[in-house]
């Protein structure tokens, strides 16, 4: 059997109900979200689906703020960061009065599911709104952090991931020139997995993470073997949710103190690594994700997350991916001890 009369009889025989899909993206914006709404506004395009665009997120749909969109309305956005629909952070949203407005929104705009790419918070408005009205929604994870449970990747997380080794890159020429010790904070309030990785990527001596309580002693412990060892310049890669110091700022000058033989620098990466095109990593695990929430709903599934393990798109319970904890990588610790030697 042909491929094109495979793929005609598997849509015959999609139990789909769905006339139309809106899409929206809430929460922080990730790169690789213009991507995901392509993917999701083309896939509904292929199966003769309509489609909405929802503007800001959750307070948009509260507000009707919705725009037919098409093939051609998502054409160039592959390749941009944050995201074209905008996103907001909606207060109202979290009320069943908000909820029930957005509801009425919807229902008026005859959509009949919707598909919403962000962060926990943003499934967690999700799954609210369906246990309420009964209405199909489907999870695509976007988020910097990596920590939603039930997918290897979110999007966003490779993207960041090279923005933060590119800098790192650049401040250890810097370091290297002036026989200086760098600390680099980087995104990640409750988990390490930009840190981590970037850390061993950029060739750190040190990575601090909220998981690993490494301690002041065991940082001072690591800095003397490293002058030690002939080095005249570190880099000590901090997540922003780490713990040994209030702040990397005081950390910072708690080190310099006991170590006057360098000169201590603090560079806060921020925001930048939100921003920026997407990685090709990232704008093709969009387009697989899309592709899978826009015919999950199709096969009358909802509340569910779109994620990939093993390089396989699976779906997972929002709930679960909600509730559920993403673990760091024990063996990149391992292997981040031993590079550092």
Known sequence: MGYRLFLQLFIKNMKNTIKKIAVLTSGGDAPGMNAAIRSVVRTCA???????????GYQGMIEGDFEPMNARSVRNIVSRGGTMLKSARADEFKTKEGR????????????????????????????????????????IPGTIDNDIYGTNYTLGYDTALN????????????????????????????????ALNVGIGGGAEEILIPEENVGLDRLLDSLRESKKAGKTSSIVVVAEGDKIGKTVFELAEYVEENFPFYEVRVSVLGHMQRGGAPSCFDRVLASRMGVKAVESLMEGKSNLMVGIKDDKIELTELELAIKGKSKINAELLRVSDIMAI
């Open 163 to 194: 923005t933060a080794v590119d800098v790192i890159d650049k401040i250890r020429d810097t370091a290297s020139s002036h026989h200086r010790l760098f600390f680099v904070e980087v995104m990640g309030r409750d988990v390490g997995h930009i």
């Open 100 to 139: 029930k407005k957005a509801h009425e929104q919807l229902k008026k705009e005859g959509v009949d599911a919707f598909v919403v790419v962000g962060g926990d918070g943003s499934f967690t408005g999700a799954l609210l709104f369906n246990n309420e009205f009964g209405f199909p929604v489907m999870g």
């Open 46 to 56: 292929f199966h003769n689906i309509e489609c909405v665009g929802v503007y800001r």
